[in-house]
């Protein structure tokens, strides 16, 4: 176990080393001159020379490499251009939007998916099974911000029961935390069931199969009830590839984070990113970038942790 | 997951015979033929010509003269979904196009190579992975510029360990077979192996992929052109579409409306597609 978690955790750091070295390159060695594109085509030299000497761009690039590296690691990720604010700064400050939204959407797709999942499952063939399938199939193929625009025309303009966009801030207090939960409702809503639906096609599968194995016909031949069979016996084997598709969608849910703050003008880190692209602040598009990416690996190390865990069997493989 | 060769499995015409009789099969090919027809007929023939603006007709409701109504810019909605619909299918199928050209010559090669070459490449797979097609589009267009073309190559980025990764599963499962060894005993290269019985026998696991990928093009591109890192206008993109829907959603719902249902048909269409070409193709792949 230990030597698998210690192969595992170094080929994570090995990922997420390589893809710095993908972002750093991407953003700071293949424009050329990044302060140029920062500063537009009509840029005064003097200009140029300042935000160069800034960013350190006379020095070659593998020292600015492991600079940037050293610093994001101590927690220092570089000044934004435009809003002259350290960019660790605005990030918490977005972070507090963004986290709070994905794991209220991730948490919902679950607690909706698995239960139908299940349901489908047990009812294998009939009816109740061909109707949440045939809900689940329409649910993937349809995108997260149309179904945004959807709940905000229905529940915001026609039902004015949740507050269309913006983002009041958590405030101090219950009632300030209360306006501000119910702004994230609709976006949690609109992230959250379309993921539910691939989810619950997957717990469904891995649940059918689970059912015709021989143990399951040995437990309801011992004359457990049903239930017990159903949510103790069979669940906890065909948890195990539901949680492996629940880390890789995470990489998704983080995507749709981004575009579902654009439908509800969220201040998240989807605002910051997108306003630091329309002000070409590569600082902060490099620092979100890599902190979306790092989040996203250090995630499928949990979850191939927690899959070991679950099935000791894997322990040695790969 | 084991793969029969095509030359041993059931002949052509049973697998014909099993796809009209598939009813998941059936509804992809009518949804997907019918979206396909449509983007067709956009190139030779729209409603109205949507380069055309009338400030006079703009955001009017359902009418005879304009089955979809019209936007902002008085443009014929129909005419624009229309047009819509042969953006979105070229950016995913060029980017599916990116996946199959360099993911199944490294997939292939990590499978007949095996030892470091496959470490390696599993590796880089990893590593694209943590980089969803969003955020490559962020960086392409942090650099670049906004346009169509960053959507492309951002899914097509993502396509690329995707298709790389299940052309090697699928060859991996085929070398310890008795018809490879065969031919390696014969003399021949593991190039001209995989070129004559590798690649004839991953073609079914490819095109289930593909479909697959197909769909999840169309949702990438839309929302990337949603938030603006797609198509530009004035191409009409679906995507675009419903980014100027959402600021008139009080005034003018139904331009939302269109090119959402749009996207969702699609979408639907190529996953029933592709839900029954794996079940005509490979039973053994099939879902229980």
Same mark, same amino acid.
């Given at each position: 176990m230990i030597a698998y978690l210690a192969k595992r955790l170094s080929i994570g750091l090995l990922t997420l080393l390589l893809a710095s070295v993908v972002v750093f390159l991407a953003l700071e060695v293949l424009p050329g001159d990044p302060a140029r594109i920062m500063l537009?085509?009509?840029?005064?030299p003097e200009a140029l020379e300042a935000l160069r000497t800034q960013m350190g761009l006379d020095h070659p690039p593998l020292l600015r490499y492991l600079a940037w590296l050293t610093g994001m690691l101590s927690g220092d990720f570089g000044n934004s /251009?435009? /809003?002259?604010?350290?960019v660790i700064e605005l990030v918490l400050e977005r972070m507090a939007v963004s986290l709070p939204l994905a794991f209220i959407a991730l948490s919902l797709s679950t607690l909706i998916a698995v239960p139908v999942g299940i349901f489908a499952a047990a009812r294998h063939g009939r009816a109740a099974d061909t109707l949440a399938m045939g809900a689940a199939q329409l649910g993937v193929a349809v995108p997260n911000f149309w179904f945004a625009l959807l709940l905000v025309y229905v529940f915001a303009v026609g039902l004015q029961i949740v507050p269309a966009g913006g983002f009041p801030g958590w405030g101090d207090g219950w009632g300030e935390h209360w306006q501000a939960l119910r702004a994230l409702i609709l976006p949690a809503i609109a992230l959250a069931l379309p993921q539910a639906a691939i989810l619950a096609r997957i717990t469904r599968s891995a649940m059918v199969e689970v059912l015709g194995e021989d143990y399951i016909r040995t437990a309801r031949a011992k004359g457990l009830p049903w239930r017990i069979v159903l949510w103790r016996h069979a669940l906890r084997n065909a948890l195990i590839p539901v949680l492996t598709i629940l880390g890789l969608q995470f990489a998704f849910l983080l995507a749709g984070t981004i575009i579902i703050e654009n439908v509800f003008y969220l201040p998240g880190l989807g605002r910051l990113i997108f306003q630091a692209i329309g002000q070409r602040d590569l600082i902060v598009v490099e620092s979100v970038v890599m902190l979306l990416v790092a989040t996203i690996i250090l995630i499928n190390l949990l979850v191939d942790i927690c899959y070991a865990i679950a099935d000791p069997r894997l322990r040695g493989a790969r | 997951m084991s793969l029969d060769p095509v030359s041993s499995s059931v002949p052509e015409r049973h697998v014909l015979l099993k796809a009209l009789g598939n009813r998941s099969f059936l509804a992809g090919v009518i949804i997907t033929g019918f979206i396909a027809a449509v983007a067709l007929l956009s190139f030779v023939w729209t409603p109205y010509d949507i380069t055309r603006l009338e400030v006079s007709e703009?955001?009017?409701? !359902?009418? !005879?003269?304009h089955p979809f109504g019209t936007d902002h810019l008085g443009r014929d909605i129909l005419s624009m979904v229309m047009i819509g619909a042969r953006n979105s299918i070229a950016v995913a199928l060029v980017a599916i196009g990116i996946g199959i050209v360099i993911g199944v010559p490294l997939g292939t090669w990590a499978a007949a190579r095996g030892g470091l070459a496959d470490d390696v490449l599993m590796r880089v797979n990893d590593v694209i992975f943590a980089f969803p097609s969003l955020i490559s589009a962020v960086i392409i267009t942090a650099i670049?510029?906004?346009?169509?073309i960053n959507a492309i190559i951002a899914i097509g980025i993502f396509n690329v360990p995707v298709f790389a990764r299940v052309a090697r599963a699928g060859a991996l499962s085929l070398w310890p077979r008795e018809f490879i060894l065969a031919a390696r005993a014969a003399g021949k290269s593991r190039v001209l192996i995989t070129i004559e019985h590798i690649l004839p026998n991953i073609m079914s696991l490819l095109l289930v992929q593909g479909t697959i990928q197909f769909a999840l093009g169309i949702l990438a591109e839309a929302g990337l052109s949603y938030v603006g890192l797609g198509t530009q206008p004035p191409m009409a993109s679906w995507g675009r579409m419903l980014f100027d829907a959402q600021t008139r959603l009080v005034v003018a719902p139904h331009l939302a409306l269109f090119p959402g249902l749009a996207i969702v048909i699609t979408v639907l269409g190529l996953n029933l597609l592709g839900d029954g070409l794996r079940d005509v193709l490979d039973p053994r792949l099939r879902r229980a």
């Open positions: 537009g085509m009509n840029a005064s /251009y435009t /809003y002259s604010l350290p | 703009r955001m009017q409701g !359902l009418s !005879l003269a670049f510029g906004p346009g169509a």
